[in-house]
């Protein structure tokens, strides 16, 4: 996978002895080639990855609980890999922090410092997510980190100093053992001043470590905005060799369509319109020339499955196939779509119906490896532990809906040791930490809130017009429910929706 070309055989013998001399005298990364990260953080090595590639996004900073599909609370992509076969993926996303410490960007999957191996060495849920990569690598699949998103806040937007820039993804890269990263510039994290110092590091980054860079942008059925367009520009104005650019190819709104086209028709137009933008934006800003071919294959699409807000439309399976179609036809660089996580219905959305019916199709598309089944791990499985709000003076039973099992124990629920009291005449948050062990020694473990409020203390009542996010918690008809992911508009009370029932 090396980025520059290897020096032609034309030098005479004198010339070569010399020049092999400087290079290892030079001290300057620039001036050597670029050596593979060799990985610090414990979950071994990337691989070179395909040219022609299906990486779905897993979104890693979500909660998991459904049984067989989490490590300690991070998705389990291992399971993931064993039911569909897919064995690539863009993981969703690491972010600032806060700031900056010393001379980098603090960082943590979904801004966390605790999902981070600096503030999380000790957190289960980011040694779930370690346990997660190592076992996709260990199957003869690979990750690739996704920085930015819709929300959030980038790397680039805390500073726009390259050297502190430059050593926070050195961290990351180097410590993961990454092949390949993704640059998600949407939201907050498209001013192109702030972009240009980014690309700066980038190319830094990749005269250093021999990483592949994918860009992924917002795009219209027209193809790139003039801000998407700036944004590309920044990139390829200062070096940086961009392995695949990315286009979201969801969220349009009706106003972008075309009589009788639909988001699967208008994605299909958006990647031939982004193939025209790319030839002359690599002609005038990277002196490259490129044919309709070499540009289709620089091009990445990414579909938003399912359901992704009252004002798009839902996006169907038959969509998917004419997105993946286009792609096997085009022979582009890469498909995704957002989210594995829906797809495997470790999470509600009223979109999908029937579990991998868009991986299905998608991964018609790519390179196809072998799979390397998992070992299998008999951990136990607790069941009900979930976060509950009780009136002050009520009655609560710490074990009440709480069972253990294990595939050779079969039912140990007497042997659940809980961390932790909730005092049920004082208003407050109390931790649970409930744990079991079954006889080989293995350990589950699940955290739960159990919050006490006083009878007067009413819970805010739903209010429509108001943004929610995760952890919110609201009133409405009588009952009280949890925000699961950001929303707006969407009442609780929907089977499929963003608000998790806590209290009837």
Known sequence: MAKREKFKKKWCVIGMVCFT???????????????????????????????????????????ITKDGYHNAGALNLARVVKDTGVQY????????????????????????????????????????????????RDMGGDVCISFGGANGTPFWQTTQDVDKLYNTYMDIVEGFGLTRIDLDVEGSGTNKINNIANAKAI?????????????????????????????????????????????????????????????????????????????????????QILSDEKAYAKIGTTVSIGYESGSDPIFVPEWSKLVVDQAIEKKIAMTSFWSINRDAMTEPNQGIKNQYEHTSVFKEFGEKGVIVPPVEENIPILSGVEDK?????????????????????????????????????????????????????????????????EEGNTVEEYDASKIYLKGDIVGYQGKTYECQWWTQGEAPGSQYGPWKLVNR
């Open 389 to 453: 709000i009780i009136l002050i003076g009520s009655e609560f039973d710490l074990l009440e809906g709480i069972t253990a099992s294990d595939k050779k124990d079969g039912d140990i629920t007497a042997s659940i040791k809980i961390d932790g009291t909730v005092d049920t005449k004082k208003a407050g948050e109390y931790k649970l930490v409930y744990s079991v062990t079954n006889s080989e020694g293995k350990i589950a473990t699940k955290t739960c809130i159990i919050t006490v409020k």
């Open 89 to 136: 993926y863009n993981l969703g996303f690491i972010q600032s922090a806060g700031g900056v410490e010393g001379n980098k960007v603090t960082w943590g999957f979904g801004g966390y410092k605790l999902l981070s191996e600096e503030g999380g060495k000790n957190d289960t849920q980011y040694k779930g997510i370690k346990k997660s990569i190592k076992d996709v």
């Open 203 to 287: 190319k830094k980054l990749q005269d250093t470590l021999d990483v592949d860079v994918v860009l992924t942008l917002p795009v219209l059925p027209d193809g790139l905005t003039y801000e998407g367009l700036s944004i590309l520009e920044a990139y390829l104005s200062e070096g940086v060799d961009l392995k695949v650019v990315n286009i979201m190819t969801m969220c349009y709104g009706s106003g972008t369509l075309l009589p009788g086209e639909n988001y699967g028709t208008a994605s299909l137009r958006a990647v031939n319109s982004l193939k025209d933008q790319l030839k002359t934006y690599y002609k005038k800003y990277a002196n």
């Open 21 to 63: 001399a400087f290079i290892a005298l030079s001290s300057s990364p620039t001036e050597a080639f670029a050596k593979q990260a060799t990985g610090t953080f414990g979950v071994s090595v990337g691989k070179t990855w395909p040219e022609q590639v299906n990486a779905p996004y897993a979104d890693m900073c979500e909660w």
